[in-house]
Each structure stands twice: as structure tokens, then as C-alpha cells.
């Protein structure tokens, strides 16, 4: 019996994961494909994008969200049972794309593959990471390496562990395929700079740019890596560890009452982008007098807002951030502007 290949979509959160998938889907040529999403924030915004596409090759059915915590920590519980459960069904998919929450880390996923039930009838073909590029350019992810020098001169027993940094190395050390997305966003001497940064890491894989997560199936699904069986050749910040914690990052969700004005709303979230070290937000709220709801998405202080289909009321905005971040603070900046 031939395995399933499953394909593993991972990448820092807002870096384009979402949106490549939905081109995938769009892209895939009459292949039945299910979809397994994971996200960390408990709205399951991600699964509701997708069942918007309503294409005849991915009906809702074969869109399965995981919402109870992160993948990479809820293997036997969660994910385990759900891939079980598509092997079982009378007509398998004939492809499996997960993606993972933008603070998974994959090699805990990965791992998951040996697992018994589902060796035998199952293998990765993949790892694909979506880089946001201009997080990159702008430092997101690495420490100024002079700072944190002052600062281990200044207090030696200081253990610097930047969590951002890990869990897009962590990411990026798994991959298979490494698509530069937004690039749209940077001249061509930044995105340059950023290749050649990533051809010094020490696995080397394949890299390629997109705009708008479009990167033809044909390069995504089919690379036949087998990764399950090549887990010493991807390095982890985590690894020897048995468990690994979400402690360094915060999610929460904010009620939001009907709004007056797009423009109105969008100014809230701007300031609240200003004012707080805000990873990401995404939600829906109510515009006085549309019929539609108002999706919005922002990614650092860069937000995009469009009209869409779905429940309108109660509007929800799930806020996601390094821990310390004040849900209170949060909902108070957002009142104010
Ligand atoms: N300018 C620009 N924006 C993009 C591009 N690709 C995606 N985006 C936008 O970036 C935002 C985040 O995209 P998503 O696809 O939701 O990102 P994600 O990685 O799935 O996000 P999480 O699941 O929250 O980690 C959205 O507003 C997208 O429209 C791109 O190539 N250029």
C-alpha cells in the first residue's frame, strides 16, 4: 500500500502560511487534498479563511481545525486521533497539507510520523517554512549581536535566549523548501541580503521568493523527502528536551462592539500596533450600517482590512504577543484612539 504524503506548512506568525495554502488549494488541479490547520489563539480565524475559498476540491469537510494548543505540544491527544481518523475514511484524501501555528516548532510534529498507527500508511514529503521577508529585513528576528554582548559583559549569569529568534531558526532548520514571501515589500538589494544570510545557515535547502504566498503546487507538493526519516539532519534549539512551553509567548481574545467607521477601527488597531510590542492580531468586527463584516489582519504595526462573509457579531480580535503582554493595557489603548 502506497503512503499518504503529507505535507507540513510552517513559518513565524503572519509570515504568509494561510495565504499560500488558499493559492495551493486554488492551484491544485481537481487533486483532493484535506487540510489540517493549527493555530495558536483560540478563534480558529485560519480554518474560516480557508472554508471561504468553496472550492469543488477542498469541501469543508476536509478542512480540520486543531484549536486546543499547539500541535507540536498536543501530538498524542489531538493530532495523532485526527490523522487517524483521515487514513480511516472510506475515500482518504489523496494529499494532507497541515499547517502549523506560527509558534510551532515542527520537529516535535515531525517526530509524531513514527509513530506506529501511522507510519506504515503515511509519510512527510515536505517541510515547507514561509519567511516573512521583511520581519527579516527589519531585524525581528535576530539580536543586535553587540548588544547582547554589552549585556552579558554587564551581568555574565544572564542566560539569552531571544524566543523569537528560536522558533523561527527552529522553523527554518526543518525546512525543505524555503519560500521568501512579501516580497513585494523590499528592493532587490534587501531581499539579496536575506538569501544570502540564509546561505549561511548550515542546512542548505532550496529557496525561492513569492508574493502572496504564490509558489505553483507543482514545486510544493511532491518532493518526496520522506523527512521523518532524516530528523538528526535538522537541528533544534529544543532538542533533548522532552517538552517544550509556550510560556514565552500570550494570546488572548478582545470582545469588539459594533464600529463606527472602517477608517475609525483601523485607527484603533494602529494605535494599538504603536503603542504595544504586538506580534499579531487578526479578527472581524461590525461596521455601523454594512451588512458584511470588516476582517482584519495585522502582522507587526502592518494591517489589512478587507469586507468578508461570516458571523459578524460579536466582533473578536485575537492578540498575540510576547508574554507580559496586558490584555487590559491592550483593550485600553484600543478604546482611547
Ligand atoms: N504585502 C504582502 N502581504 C502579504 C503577502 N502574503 C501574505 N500577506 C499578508 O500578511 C498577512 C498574514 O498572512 P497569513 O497568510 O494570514 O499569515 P499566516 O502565516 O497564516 O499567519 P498565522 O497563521 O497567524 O501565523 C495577511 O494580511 C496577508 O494578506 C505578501 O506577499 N505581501
Redesign the pocket.
Known amino acids: 500500500m502506497s503512503k499518504i504524503p503529507v505535507t507540513i506548512i510552517t513559518?513565524?506568525?503572519?509570515?504568509?502560511?494561510?495565504?499560500?495554502l488558499r493559492h495551493l488549494i486554488e492551484k491544485s488541479d481537481g487533486r483532493r487534498i484535506a487540510i489540517v490547520v493549527n493555530?495558536?489563539g483560540s478563534l480558529g480565524i485560519?480554518g474560516g479563511?480557508l472554508r471561504g475559498c468553496s472550492l469543488p476540491n477542498c469541501p469543508e469537510e476536509d478542512i480540520v481545525e486543531l484549536t486546543n494548543g499547539c500541535l507540536c505540544c498536543t501530538v498524542a491527544d489531538d493530532f495523532i486521533p485526527t490523522m487517524e481518523a483521515l487514513l480511516d475514511r472510506p475515500s482518504p484524501p489523496e494529499h494532507i497539507v497541515i499547517?502549523t501555528?506560527?509558534l510551532a516548532l515542527p520537529k516535535p510534529l515531525l517526530k509524531a510520523f513514527g509513530w506506529p498507527s501511522v507510519r506504515t500508511r503515511m509519510t512527510v514529503d515536505g517541510v515547507i517554512t514561509?519567511v516573512d521577508a521583511p520581519a527579516v529585513a527589519a531585524g525581528r528576528f535576530a539580536d543586535n549581536p553587540e548588544a547582547v554582548e554589552r549585556q552579558r559583559e554587564a551581568d555574565d549569569s544572564l542566560d539569552h535566549d531571544n524566543p523569537l529568534e528560536e522558533v523561527y531558526e527552529d522553523q527554518l532548520d526543518c525546512a525543505d523548501l524555503v519560500v521568501l514571501?512579501?516580497?513585494?515589500?523590499l528592493d532587490e538589494a534587501e531581499l539579496a541580503a536575506i538569501e544570502s544570510g540564509l546561505a549561511t545557515r548550515s542546512r542548505r535547502v532550496r529557496l525561492i521568493r513569492?508574493?502572496?504566498?504564490r509558489v505553483d503546487p507543482a514545486v510544493i507538493l511532491g518532493l518526496s523527502a520522506a523527512a521523518e526519516d532524516d530528523l538528526a539532519a535538522r537541528p533544534s534549539h529544543h532538542d533533548g528536551a522532552d517538552e517544550h512551553e509556550h510560556d514565552d509567548f500570550t494570546s488572548f481574545v478582545l470582545p469588539l462592539r459594533e464600529q463606527e467607521t472602517v477608517e475609525a477601527f483601523i485607527a484603533r488597531l494602529e494605535h494599538v500596533a504603536r503603542t504595544h510590542d504586538v506580534l499579531?492580531m487578526?479578527g472581524y468586527a461590525r461596521i455601523a450600517g454594512k451588512s458584511l463584516r470588516l476582517g482584519v489582519?495585522a502582522?507587526g504595526a502592518?494591517i489589512?482590512h478587507a469586507f468578508e462573509q461570516g458571523e459578524a457579531s460579536p466582533g473578536q480580535l485575537v492578540v498575540?504577543g510576547l508574554h507580559g503582554l496586558d490584555p487590559v493595557a491592550v483593550q485600553r489603548s484600543f478604546n482611547e484612539a
Open positions: 513559518g513565524f506568525l503572519g509570515a504568509g502560511k494561510t495565504t499560500l493555530e495558536f485560519d479563511t499547517e501555528s506560527g514561509v514571501n512579501k516580497t513585494d515589500l513569492a508574493r502572496e504566498g499579531r487578526k489582519q502582522v502592518r489589512r498575540i
